[in-house]
């Protein structure tokens, strides 16, 4: 009986070392893999941006209207805060470059209600837009996909299109736009040297 008992006591003794080398094999949840930011689609560029849309009263406003002048066209809406946060920052830049050929037009993405509320308080010194689909259209002949607030989009004093700034412009980026502008206009630098130059605000 003993001697059956030691070997029975050997006999799982040696089934538990086995089992314990054995691979063991842990199920889990899957988790589904997060889908892939979407980059900003790059689509069409229209070299000369042409149109048209009206201005905080109602008035058909065409962008024409400019010409000869450097234009900064700033898409912004009444909801956006660093929008909001940016308008004091472009009245003192059209204050201040006006009489240097620079023109700031600002695009409201926004309903014309909302917008002209707006401007009692803000008091613009530069032309307002106003549009939602069809500004959105004029963002994207920038051939940057429209993804955001603000965007600011850099035309030539001869019409032509520059670039484009996704975010909030502060003061020195402005300087730089300026300064590549202004280089520009005086023949001093080609329109590849100051399209370089945007790209890297």
């Not at 006591?9 to 889990?28: D, S």
């Not at 006006?98 to 008091?123: C, H, L, M, R, T």
Request: glycine share 6%; hydrophobic share 45%; proline share 6%.
């Amino acid at each position: 009986m003993l001697i059956f008992a030691t070997a029975l006591v050997a006999l799982l003794a040696g089934a538990l070392f086995y089992a314990a080398r054995l691979p063991v094999t842990v199920t889990t949840a899957q988790t589904p893999a997060a889908a892939p930011v979407a980059a900003p689609k790059i689509l069409e560029v229209v070299s000369h941006p042409a149109f048209t849309l009206p201005d905080i009263t109602g008035t058909e406003r065409n962008f024409s209207e400019w010409q000869g002048k450097n234009r900064l066209l700033n898409f912004w809406a009444t909801w956006c805060a660093p929008c909001r946060r940016e308008i004091p920052l472009l009245k003192d830049f059209q204050t201040a470059q006006a009489g240097n050929g620079f023109q700031v037009i600002g695009i409201a993405v926004d309903y014309p209600e909302a917008v002209a509320a707006y401007d009692e308080s803000a008091e613009f010194n530069y032309p307002v837009l106003v549009g939602e689909q069809d500004a959105m259209a004029v963002a994207e002949s920038s051939g940057i996909e429209f993804i955001g607030m603000p965007f600011t989009m850099f035309v030539a004093s001869d019409g032509e299109y520059l670039g484009a700034f996704i975010g909030e412009l502060h003061q020195p980026q402005l300087d730089k736009v300026v300064e590549l502008m202004t280089r520009l206009d005086r023949g001093e630098i080609e329109k590849d040297e100051a399209r370089t130059g945007l790209d890297a605000l």
